[in-house]
């Protein structure tokens, strides 16, 4: 299995504008884990969902933030519209429900929101 | 809600020490607790998971033990080398299948 991939690895764009995170978790694994991580506030988890339903949406920090999981296979994380406080490494793990699994990370988006 | 914490929240030590990593949380009911490593710029990579029916896993020069009566966990790195320099996570499971992280621990070895 190649692992949880992320895309773009980084991404640049103009305040206002429109991004969209991309992932694709470990084939099996049913659930999947968005998080943002700065140097001021650390890991911080923004939405997980389990069999592609958004279970804990909290941590989202705004209704600018949205996220998706139409199957298995792909879950989507949208900024619209961007500000530079977005501006974060986002990460995308996924795990499996039996008790044994821990997380598995993917590479992470490096956003910058200029 | 878990509270995960880690100290020291920096470490330097010169090549060649063992050195131990500590993280504490306030919520004993956990299902395992897990340790990563993350390099600058990079994400982060699983170094051991411990089940929460186990005391300790041990990978090369790796140790990690967990307490969970006390709230405690330690990883330990034997003979540290520049290579090992890093910032060091745990995150702890609970029975809801909500994970927690800890703030992290900077690494560096000292050649």
């Known amino acids: 299995d190649a692992g949880v991939i992320q895309s773009p690895r980084h991404e640049v764009t103009e305040m206002g504008q429109e991004v969209t995170l991309r992932c694709k978790p470990i084939?099996?694994?049913?659930?999947l884990f968005w998080y943002r991580q700065t140097m001021m506030r650390g890991l911080e988890l923004l939405i997980y969902?389990?069999?592609?339903?958004?279970?804990?949406d909290s941590g989202m920090p705004e209704d600018r933030f949205s996220a998706k999981m139409p199957n298995a296979s792909f879950s989507t994380l949208k900024i619209q519209p961007s500000e530079p406080r977005d501006s974060a490494v986002y990460f995308c793990?996924?795990?499996?429900?039996?008790?044994?699994?821990?997380?598995?990370f993917g590479s992470g988006t490096r956003l910058t929101v200029v | 809600k878990q509270e995960v914490t880690q100290i020291p929240a920096a470490l330097s030590v010169p090549e060649g020490e063992n050195l131990v990593l500590n993280c504490s949380f306030t919520?004993?009911?956990?299902?395992?607790l897990q340790w990563f490593r993350q390099d600058p710029g990079k994400g982060l990579t699983s170094l051991l998971l411990?089940?929460?029916?186990?005391r300790e896993q041990t990978s090369g020069r790796l140790n990690a033990s967990l307490d969970k009566s006390s709230g405690r966990s330690t990883l330990y790195i034997a003979a540290s080398q520049p290579g090992d320099s890093a910032t060091y996570l745990c995150?702890?499971?609970?029975?809801?299948?909500?994970?927690?992280f800890g703030t992290g621990t900077s690494l560096t070895v000292i050649p």
């Open positions: 969902f389990n069999n592609n339903v958004p279970i804990d």
């Open positions: 793990a996924s795990s499996h429900n039996r008790v044994g699994y821990g997380y598995t």
């Open positions: 995150a702890v499971r609970l029975t809801g299948n909500q994970f927690y």
């Open positions: 919520d004993s009911a956990i299902y395992n």
């Open positions: 411990i089940q929460s029916s186990q």
């Open positions: 084939s099996g694994h049913d659930y």
